[in-house]
């Protein structure tokens, strides 16, 4: 039976070393219950949306979280529960819940001290002590809202024959502490900001639709810092080209494919599959293939929570493991993959500090993070003149991808390449492959390497994440179109 004796002294409003007793006390239940690992992970969240459309605020969406993700381990088997109860009781309740999938139960209440197998907490490490005030530090409602009708005003300025103009600013505030039985003890405060701008324009049968997101992270006044009449006027001379331009032909051709967001096809199409949860599930065809090539020599891929500022950076990911540089592919041969917790105990493949997830209700899974392809010697045009008749990516759009790494992409901005040299702008392009087929025929490497905020959505649900890529060249490359 579970008791219902609490551990007090626990603060609720912040995570601190006065959750130790309380923590280490369900750590030790869970082990003495026969759990081989039991993590415990805390969480607080203040989220702040705006969207606006014309010179109109539509929508203001405030929520605030909080709660623990409570999982426990035994063998191979996992079991995970959330709970929005912080009491001493709740966490109880929710790890005899977690023990109970696997067969395990709890016979008296949380110990006062270490048990078998579990020798208490490390000293915290706390990356939070120079974010506390971050919160405070972001721009209040009044300061996004006004600049979010500058944003759209400068479309409006910018822009002719525009029919919607949209601008949407996205503010996400955590702070987490985890636990587990390990003795990891961590705590950080995580800061997230976003904006959009979209934009869609028509005159007559001409039709065009065109958005830009940027993102960052731990950067309190990033949105007092955006030049909200650069990126309209980006936005809108995007839109203005792409409104008239002549639909392109279907075929199997070369494409080069611009930076920065570029990047998202390498991360959907093969990122994916370099995760151990894909290794898990049997859906990676590049589960056996570590040190065998699985791309052409000019490609390296590294993912890493490093870079500062960057949309998937972090000072911890969501089991307390530090980030680091995790190199994917290296020169076309695939060197290893991003794993978390499970994924080690399951594959074999050591962790990389890739342990994330949404919220505590998610168990952490293996995900990318920074996720890119490295420069390479060459310039963009050097790309370009290299190709006689093909592609030209500027921006990519939304797609989907399949389990074992097929996928498609809207083009949302192209141009043709005749004879080394950029001509007429077309749309209606997707590119269409699979991962093992289009990653050898990736050839060229410019040395414009830059990064774009994204979400990702997947088993853990949606996170930060940062795409990347130079300018690559694809030899053949299947193009849909009318």
Avoid at 72 to 89: I, K, Y
Avoid at 97 to 115: F, H, I, K, T
Avoid at 230 to 245: I, N, P, R
Wanted: with cysteine; hydrophobic share 40%.
């Amino acid at each position: 039976m579970v008791a219902s004796t609490p551990v007090s002294g626990a603060n609720p409003a912040c995570f601190d070393t006065s959750w130790l007793p309380r923590l280490e006390s369900l750590l030790a239940a869970g082990r003495g219950a026969g759990a081989d690992l039991v993590e415990i992970f805390l969480e607080r969240t203040d989220h702040l949306g705006v969207l606006a459309e014309q010179e109109v605020i539509t929508n203001v969406s405030p929520s605030f979280g909080m709660g623990a993700g409570i999982r426990v381990f035994r063998g191979e088997r996992d079991g995970f529960v959330s709970t929005n109860d912080l009491s001493a009781q709740g966490l109880l309740q929710g790890l005899d819940q977690a023990l109970g999938m696997l067969g395990l139960m709890l016979s008296s209440g949380p110990s006062s001290g270490p048990s078998k197998g579990f020798e208490g907490l490390g000293a915290l490490r706390d990356f939070s002590a120079v974010k506390s005030d971050w919160l405070e530090r972001c721009p209040s409602l009044a300061e996004a809202t006004a600049k979010l009708l500058e944003g759209t005003a400068r479309l409006a300025q910018h822009g002719e024959h525009l029919q919607a103009r949209r601008g949407s600013y996205s503010r996400d505030w955590q702070s987490v502490l985890v636990a587990a039985s390990d003795g990891t003890f961590a705590r950080d405060i995580r800061l997230h900001q976003s904006l959009g701008l979209n934009v869609l324009a028509a005159d007559g049968d001409h039709r065009a639709g065109l958005g830009r997101r940027y993102g960052t992270s731990d950067r309190p006044d990033d949105l007092r810092d955006w030049d909200a009449d650069a990126a309209a006027q980006d936005v809108c001379t995007s839109v203005g080209t792409m409104l008239y331009a002549d639909y392109v032909e279907a075929g199997q051709m070369p494409a080069v494919l611009a930076n920065r967001f570029g990047g998202v096809i390498f991360h959907e199409a093969c990122g994916h599959l370099l995760e151990t949860t894909q290794v898990e599930r049997g859906t990676t065809p590049f589960a056996d293939k570590v040190g065998e090539s699985i791309a052409h020599e000019a490609v390296t891929a590294i993912d890493e929570g490093l870079s500062e500022g960057a949309f998937g950076s972090l000072s911890m990911d969501d089991e307390g493991m530090e980030p680091q540089r995790t190199v994917l592919i290296e020169r076309g041969v695939l060197k290893g993959f991003l794993s978390d917790r499970a994924g080690e105990l399951r594959t074999g493949h050591g962790r990389t500090g890739s342990g994330r997830r949404q919220s505590h209700a998610f168990a952490a899974a293996s995900r990318m993070r920074n996720t890119f392809i490295a420069a390479g010697p060459h310039t963009p045009d050097q790309l370009i003149a290299s190709v006689d008749k093909g592609l030209y990516c500027k921006s990519m759009g939304g797609g989907s991808v399949g389990p074992t790494g097929q996928f498609n992409f809207a083009v949302e901005e192209g141009y043709l390449i005749e004879n080394g040299q950029l001509t007429k702008p077309v749309k209606g392009a997707t590119l269409i492959g699979e991962a093992k087929e289009v990653m050898p025929r990736i050839s060229m490497c410019a040395n414009d390497l830059e990064l774009a905020a994204g979400f990702c959505g997947s088993v853990s649900g949606s996170i930060n994440v940062t795409v990347g890529q130079p300018h690559i060249k694809v030899e053949s490359i299947t193009v849909g179109g009318r």
